[in-house]
């Protein structure tokens, strides 16, 4: 099974910071690493997909990158509504396995 | 517009069962894949299990493999999991997920469903 690490697992930044996490696998997933966003008490949403294709609806201050086995995304100004838990996964092959989430929260 | 709608959560005994339903609408049931996702009490996201369109081709966690059994019922845009031999560490809300659509879109988790509670505890 392919293990997805994610750092830091928590970060604490203010409004208008520009914020980076990072994501890597136990091997290479070609560019099939996804992003998701998840608040307190609802269900994650889905943020980028294939390493760097923004899904419909969501801000271009939301960025990915990377290939193989290190990926990141990159948040150019936050906003409010950012502060949430960032969980990247894999779906290059089943399992289908997510990283452990990183917490980002207000400074 | 995607609706998913989980039910058949609640509180079972250690070696118990249980069966999650999830109905699906605003859209071609038959043409996604689905899938289970489960996040335990204050923990991170655990993928469970996905069927194929067709029901030709399903996957599971190690964790759950010979006790879970996903379904779908592509007539009645129906998803469902059998939950056999819980345990206390099965505990978790539990999603119900359609792939995003479009090309390589296995395990690209679009839409989700709000969720079904399952407490498994004596």
């Known amino acids: 099974d392919i293990q997805m690490t994610q750092s830091p697992s928590s970060l604490s930044a203010s409004v208008g910071d520009r914020v980076t996490f990072t994501c890597r696998a136990s091997?290479?997933?070609?560019?099939?690493l996804n992003w998701y966003q998840q608040k307190p008490g609802r269900a994650p949403q889905l943020l980028i997909y294939s390493t760097s294709k923004l899904e419909r609806g969501i801000p271009s201050s939301f960025s990915g990158s990377g290939s193989g086995t290190e990926f990141s995304l990159t948040i150019s100004s936050l906003q409010p509504e950012d502060f949430a838990t960032y969980y990247c996964q894999q779906s290059y092959s089943a399992p289908y396995t997510f990283g452990q989430g990183t917490k980002l929260d207000i400074k | 517009e995607v609706q998913l709608v989980e039910s058949g959560g609640g509180l079972v005994k250690p070696g118990g069962s249980l069966r999650l339903s999830c109905a699906a609408s605003g859209f071609s049931f038959s043409d996604y894949y689905m899938n289970w996702i489960r996040q335990a009490p204050g923990k991170g996201l655990e993928w469970v299990s996905s069927?194929?369109?067709?029901?030709?081709?399903?996957y599971y966690a190690d964790s759950v493999k010979g006790r879970f059994t996903i379904s779908r019922d592509n007539a009645k845009n129906s998803l469902s999991l059998q939950m056999d031999s819980l345990r206390a560490e099965d505990t978790a809300i539990y999603y119900c997920?359609?792939?995003?659509?479009?090309?390589?879109?296995?395990?690209?988790?679009?839409?989700w469903g709000q969720g079904t509670l399952v407490t498994v505890s004596s």
């Open positions: 997920v359609r792939d995003r659509g479009g090309a390589a879109a296995a395990g690209l988790l679009g839409y």
């Open positions: 091997q290479s997933i070609s560019g099939s």
């Open positions: 069927i194929s369109d067709s029901s030709a081709d399903r």
